[in-house]
């Protein structure tokens, strides 16, 4: 098989590079050192690039990479892809949103605490002009102010409830969640953002876009209680910045933390004149431990991306994420890995592919049998399916396709199975999601299990006899492959089946020797 290679063009923490170099059938090419005009005669070979925001993903950019598959960015904001441009040139464009999700948040809180006592202020006197004045330094306290959220996220959720254990009341302001996600906080929802202007502090954490551009300029800001205090960690210009140093001039506001600008870097903005702001220079993702998570996520989702097993957060899919409820997105991703796993499970000529809803995850039936499409055809067809022509390509093999929604009996809020029936056999995997994005695999062809889709792994189905776990145990000892969780479901007619994750590649000489176990009905090896 063909390697695939993963360019690296801007920094990420050495894990990542790790998880890049340690995988087999990947080629990296590392061109975080190599000059920009360089970097556009080297792309030309990469399948997938990972950039951060020091690499413009541009017209040029997407030219040099005629071979380009899948871009991540490697962080949140995509301000600096073009991704009309992938869109036209068929690259999917990822990022990686919530791996510095607790260092936004922390960071908003230290801003949130520097409004209110000014410390920055008050460190600078003592430290720098070495005066000792307790006096001038009196501040506010957290407790019993209201906090206007604006975006209920998750960064904005969190800092929601840190706030209110800081015995903060909690006003929301999101249009696009339910109330629900809000009120069983504890908190308060409203549709009126009149409310958030009313609140003591406010704190904003919505994307950039052409709604949340200028959100709050000298209108909202003249509707303001006297003595507001701001806090943006989030993006630059969902404060008017003009609007923003007039209130501060004017007293209208009484402090503003301000980690990010429209323009940056911004080392000579009119805001750094202002005595009664603090300013950081977009560190909202700088903690070791968020830079390590985010190369993690940015090598795992390269991978994915460049073995198309599933391409995790991408932004300019036919299907428009911003679109869906929060929800469904992990189940995007969970039934186009369901539809990989089940083709390796049944390998032969495809003849249909059926998927079953339960729950509310039943209203996005269409979306999730594009992307189970997607998966369940990528080694069928390579390169050549995509979400925008799964379904054509699928039609076109005369493969039939449906889902439907069903009633919920199994005890899941939501849960979706994925039948693939060939001219071998019919395999059907199910799903859920716990939480926020915890993806699990809870099914197949009936057996219960509770395992990330994630990783390589033996299926193995065998009579339900004494000795089967010592002798697959054994085989896999003998081969020096080391066994990382072993799950087992039983069935009603003396069958079970195993699912066994493992570190290393299992060859087919292995697979084979498995197979030829007494016990052994059938057995596959997969990876995801």
């Known amino acids: ?61 997407l030219n040099a990479a005629t071979n380009l598959k899948a871009i991540v960015r490697a962080g949140v904001g995509v301000d600096n892809v073009d991704q009309e441009g992938c869109s036209r040139r068929g690259i999917i464009a990822m990022n990686v949103p919530t791996a510095n999700t607790i260092a936004a948040v922390e960071l908003t809180m230290a801003h949130l605490l520097g409004t209110a006592r000014s410390f920055t202020n008050a460190n600078n006197h003592l430290k720098l002009d070495r005066v000792w004045n307790r006096e001038k330094w009196y501040g506010v306290e957290l407790c019993d102010k209201r906090l206007g959220v604006i ?94 140093c007039e209130g501060i001039k004017s ?54 991306a460049a073995r198309g097993i599933s391409y995790p957060h991408a932004l300019n899919l036919p299907i428009k994420a911003e679109d869906l409820p929060a929800f469904v997105e992990p189940y995007l991703e969970l039934v186009q890995k369901m539809g990989f796993l089940a083709a390796q499970l049944n390998r032969s000529a495809l003849k249909s592919i059926r998927l079953e809803l339960e729950g509310e995850i039943g209203g996005y039936g269409k979306s999730l049998l594009t992307f189970g499409i997607v998966g369940a055809l990528k080694d069928v067809v390579e390169d050549k399916v995509n979400y925008v022509n799964a379904a054509f390509v699928a039609t076109e093999k005369g493969i039939e396709t449906k889902h439907e929604v069903v009633s919920s009996l199994s005890g899941y809020k939501n849960r979706i199975t994925l039948t693939l029936t060939t001219e071998k056999d019919v395999i059907s995997i199910s799903g859920t999601v716990f939480g926020e994005d915890e993806q699990r695999i809870v099914g197949i062809n009936n057996f219960k299990f509770d395992f990330k889709p994630k990783g390589k ?72």
Not at 33 to 39: F, I, R, T
Request: overall charge negative; charged content about 25%; aromatic content about 6%.
């Open 1 to 61: 098989m063909k390697q695939k290679k993963i360019i690296v063009c801007d920094a990420i923490h050495e894990k990542g590079f790790q998880i890049l170099r340690s995988e087999e059938g990947i080629e990296v090419i590392d061109a975080v050192s190599v000059p920009k005009d360089v970097l556009l005669t080297i792309l030309g070979d990469a399948d997938v690039a990972i950039t951060r925001s020091s690499t413009d993903v541009d017209e040029k950019f």
């Open 151 to 244: 975006g209920f996220g998750n960064i904005g959720s969190r800092v929601a409830i840190r706030a209110k254990a800081f015995g903060m009341e909690v006003i929301a302001y999101d249009p696009y969640i339910s109330a629900s996600k809000v009120t069983d906080l504890g908190m308060t929802y409203t549709e009126n953002f009149e409310d958030i202007l009313a609140c003591d502090f406010i704190t904003i954490h919505t994307p950039k876009n052409k709604e949340t551009t200028n959100m709050i300029s000298h209108a909202e800001i003249a509707r303001m209680k006297e003595g507001v205090r701001l806090v943006n960690c989030a993006r630059g210009g969902l404060y008017n910045e003009d609007a923003l």
């Open 251 to 304: 007293g209208k506001i009484a402090f503003a933390g301000i980690d990010v600008f429209s323009k940056e870097p911004a080392t000579n903005h009119p805001l750094l004149d202002l005595e009664n702001v603090c300013v950081t220079a977009h560190l909202g993702a700088n903690t070791l431990e968020s830079q390590e998570k985010i190369a993690i996520q940015a090598a795992e989702n390269a991978i994915s």
């Open 457 to 528: 792994m033996i299926i193995f189905k065998n009579h339900d006899v004494p000795g089967v776990i010592a002798n697959i145990t054994s085989i896999l000892a003998e081969s020096h492959i080391n066994i990382a969780d072993f799950r087992l479901g039983r069935g009603a007619n003396q069958f079970a089946m195993a699912v066994i994750l493992v570190d290393s590649n299992v060859e087919k000489e292995i697979i084979a020797r498995l197979n030829k176990l007494e016990s052994c009905v059938w057995v596959e090896y997969a990876v995801l």
